[in-house]
């Protein structure tokens, strides 16, 4: 699956010192474009911090991704 990231939104707090949450946008699709898949993936200060370059935020969006495929919702 090829990923993309599409933009990197940051929300503040109200100081606008400190980044309280990410949104990573992207889209993906597979080899011969018959799955297309999009949206963003929010993730935390923490969990931004050290994986600020594309290559490794593709890598946190490939595995939430398929977290989310994964999912049966039976813990809904």
């Given at each position: 699956?090829n990923?993309?990231?599409?933009?990197v939104s940051?929300?503040?707090?109200v100081?606008?010192q400190?980044?309280?949450?990410v949104?990573?946008?992207f889209q993906?699709?597979?080899e011969d474009?018959?799955?297309?898949?999009?949206?963003?993936?929010?993730l935390?200060?923490?969990?931004?911090?050290?994986?600020?370059?594309?290559?490794?935020?593709e890598v946190?969006?490939?595995?939430?991704?398929a977290?989310?495929?994964?999912d049966d919702g039976?813990?809904?």
């Amino acid at each position: 699956m090829n990923i993309t990231i599409t933009s990197v939104s940051m929300n503040y707090d109200v100081d606008g010192q400190e980044i309280e949450s990410v949104k990573v946008h992207f889209q993906g699709r597979d080899e011969d474009r018959t799955i297309n898949v999009n949206g963003y993936i929010p993730l935390t200060t923490e969990q931004y911090a050290g994986n600020e370059a594309p290559s490794a935020l593709e890598v946190l969006v490939r595995q939430k991704v398929a977290t989310k495929i994964m999912d049966d919702g039976s813990a809904a």
